[in-house]
T-cell receptor, first 114, second 112 residues
Framework: DGGITQSPKYLFRKEGQNVTLSCEQN?????MYWYRQDPGQGLRLIYY???????QKGDIAEGYSVSREKKESFPLTVTSAQKNPTAFYLC?????????????FGAGTRLSVL | GQQVMQIPQYQHVQEGEDFTTYCNSS?????IQWYKQRPGGHPVFLIQ?????EVKKQKRLTFQFGEAKKNSSLHITATQTTDVGTYFC????????????FGQGTILTVHP
């Protein structure tokens, strides 16, 4: 069953703690993305990666870090430098096609601060 | 980067009424996509529009791309409670392939 798997579904962070959100895809997609969504808001791009071992900052990268060691995996670390991390985090992927760049999303991780 | 303005932010309708959300850009778009996010869920791709003046239909949903390729609309005829959710437009975000810039979304509530 192909798709994008995000884990955990819910995550709680203590002050000063780094936490890592997992995103795995078995769609053989080239590009992967991390978005942050606040209540009633749109999607804001945190980081994206078009190929393995390469990634770029999005619009709100401060306080976050990523890695792309494998095509299938794009974990996001929310560092202690992110002072307002409570949000819904969505991972997405897309295959490289000239005419289309449909993004497929995981089910998301809800992060809260204790 | 590419910017797109989506209105309205919220829309409350009675079941059976129509609904429309609009996306506007100050620059010409190569294409525009629409996504739906159910409450508590994740965005799901609905459609992509590419051609000037293009109109596509999916059952009660009608999607339009403006003649100047600077605006788009999603119209739902005779809303049902299953239509509730947030509708987003998304446009290509610059030269990086696959990168999208999403509109703020329109949150649709349907009262039975």
């Amino acid at each position: 069953d192909g798709g994008i798997t995000q884990s955990p579904k819910y995550l709680f962070r203590k002050e000063g703690q780094n936490v890592t959100l997992s995103c795995e895809q078995n769609l053989n997609h080239d590009a992967m993305y991390w978005y942050r969504q606040d209540p009633g808001q749109g999607l804001r791009l945190i980081y994206y990666s078009q190929i393995v071992n390469d990634f770029q900052k999005g619009d709100i990268a401060e306080g976050y870090s990523v890695s792309r060691e494998k095509k299938e995996s794009f974990p996001l670390t929310v560092t202690s430098a992110q002072k307002n991390p409570t949000a819904f985090y969505l991972c997405a992927s897309t295959i490289r096609r000239e005419s289309q760049n449909i993004q497929y999303f995981g089910a998301g991780t809800r992060l809260s601060v204790l | 980067g590419q910017q797109v303005m989506q209105i309205p932010q919220y829309q409350h309708v009675q079941e059976g009424e129509d609904f429309t959300t609009y996306c506007n850009s100050s620059t010409t778009l190569s294409n525009i996509q629409w996504y739906k996010q159910r409450p508590g869920g994740h965005p799901v791709f609905l459609i992509q529009l590419v051609k000037s003046g293009e109109v596509k239909k999916q059952k009660r949903l009608t999607f339009q791309f403006g003649e100047a390729k600077k605006n788009s609309s999603l119209h739902i005829t005779a809303t049902q409670t299953t239509d509730v959710g947030t509708y987003f437009c998304a446009v290509a975000g610059g030269t990086s392939y696959g990168k999208l810039t999403f509109g703020q979304g329109t949150i649709l509530t349907v009262h039975p």
